[in-house]
């Protein structure tokens, strides 16, 4: 199994987008070295909160390209991987391993569904087999809501015996408490990372090693006790209850876009839609309001 150091905080970083709606590479660059300032220990590109599935390999390439031109070290990179073939798993993932990168967060395959622990199993094989002396330190992607594909307990375990210098830890982004502490039971020595802020505290306290966090993009600061320390954080699970109410992507980068007053930051590529006027402002006074008082 590959030793990982402890993991930390990775901001998944969203992606901002030009009117054109191609990439805004300079303000994604700028926004990635402003999370690594705020005590990110890595920056995450392409996962769910970067709207990965709608960006090519050409984008995805070029992008990756900006930040390491810019002096983002590539220890610092986490690139996430979301492909239904695994041919094309495997592309991406060897191109940012062989870029020297931290980590690929791999999701299972989303389109085809029911599918079997045997069948998620072969899929992995071969993206593992495809990607040949480029493949470690992969981090097995859980996110049932958006793949509607579940990476069991007994998955990570067959995976983990088969490839066990490939398989570095899990994200579990499930939402399923006793899922997460059934997975944190089993593969403590793993590193679990806890994908709903909501349960992060509890996960670090019983030896997850962190999170790859959207919300770190706007409150990394708040964030950072909570994976490293497990310290509770009330007003930080308000604030999830209160983004969940709202279609995440586009609330998250409402946020950054408050939070940084580049109003470009609003912009989700389709087929996303951008938060309304009058929801963008009742987010916005809803979470000023709560952390605004927190502090006082």
């Known amino acids: 199994m590959p030793k990982l150091d402890h993991f930390g905080l990775s901001a998944a970083l969203a992606t901002p987008f030009n009117v054109d709606m191609g990439i805004d590479t ?7 070295k402003s999370c690594l300032r705020n005590g990110c220990s890595s920056v995450t590109l392409f996962g769910t909160t970067g709207e990965g599935s709608s960006i090519s390999n050409a984008e995805r390439s070029l992008l990756l390209k900006a930040f390491l031109d810019a002096g983002i070290a590539p220890e610092r990179i986490v690139v996430g991987v979301m492909a239904n ?14 870029a020297g990168c931290r980590n690929i967060l791999l999701a299972p395959p989303s389109y085809f569904k029911n599918l079997s622990d045997d069948g998620l199993f072969d899929w992995f094989s071969s993206v593992f087999a495809e990607m040949g002396s480029s493949v470690r330190d992969v981090i097995l992607y ?15 375990s067959r995976l983990r015996e ?5 398989i570095a830890g899990v994200k579990d982004s499930s939402g399923n408490w006793p899922f997460t502490e059934s997975l944190l039971a089993e ?23 962190g999170a790859i966090s959207g919300l770190a993009n706007v409150y990394a600061h708040r964030l950072l006790p909570m994976a490293i320390e497990g310290r509770d954080d009330a007003d930080v699970v308000e604030a999830v209850n209160q983004i969940t109410a709202f279609p995440v992507i586009p609330a998250v980068k409402a ?13 989700a590529r389709a087929p996303l839609r951008s938060l309304s006027d009058s929801d963008y402002g009742r987010l916005i006074m809803t979470l000023d309001r709560l952390f605004k008082s927190a502090a006082a």
Do not use: K
Not at 142 to 156: C, F, R
């Open 26 to 32: 300079v303000t994604a660059v700028d926004h990635a």
């Open 85 to 98: 073939s695994y041919i094309d798993a495997a592309l991406q993932s060897r191109e940012a391993l062989d």
């Open 142 to 156: 859980n996110i049932p809501s958006v793949t509607a594909v579940e990476i069991s307990v007994n998955l990570v």
């Open 162 to 166: 088969a490839f066990p210098e490939v």
């Open 187 to 209: 593969h403590n020595d793993l590193a679990i990372l806890i994908g709903d802020e909501r349960g992060l505290a509890a996960g670090v306290r019983l030896g997850g090693q």
């Open 255 to 267: 946020l950054i876009a408050h939070n940084s007053g580049v109003e470009g930051w609003r912009r």
